[in-house]
């Protein structure tokens, strides 16, 4: 029903910015939610924010709060990832995810059915 494509991922010094694009391929006309995680090496994938369908509600992990920025165009079934003040902390592979489902449980990667492949995000100290 879904695909994920991330792309705009790459390297960029520390106090850089990137912005993450997710081009979502959607075969429903029902609303859904997506999700940015992001998974280091040898670590556990961890959320970083969520964005309603409408776009009025979105949350972030507090170790991004006031850096990132997420948003989406339903138009354009894009969701995005403003990344500001990047740390060397934030290197990751990002991964969007879609929930078609409600399921509520959008800070954990069990709430979301469909996933992107990655970007890569390297920030240099």
């Known amino acids: 029903q879904v695909q994920l494509v991330e792309s705009g991922g790459g390297v960029v010094q520390s106090g850089g910015s990137l912005r993450l694009s997710c081009a979502a391929s959607?075969?429903?006309?029902?609303?859904?939610?997506l999700g940015w995680f992001r998974q280091a090496p040898g670590k556990e994938r961890k959320f970083v924010a969520v964005?309603?369908?409408?776009?009025?509600?979105?949350s972030y992990a507090d170790f991004v709060k006031g850096r990132f920025a997420i948003s989406r165009d339903n138009v354009k079934n894009t969701v995005y990832l403003q990344m500001n003040s990047l740390k060397p902390e934030d290197t990751a592979v990002y991964y969007c995810?879609?929930?078609?489902?409600?399921?509520?449980?959008?800070?954990?990667?069990?709430?979301?059915?469909?996933w992107g492949q990655g970007t890569q995000v390297t920030v240099s100290s």
């Open positions: 959607v075969r429903t006309s029902s609303p859904y939610t």
């Open positions: 995810a879609a929930d078609l489902g409600g399921s509520g449980r959008y800070t954990m990667p069990s709430g979301y059915s469909y």
């Open positions: 964005i309603s369908w409408s776009g009025s509600y979105s």
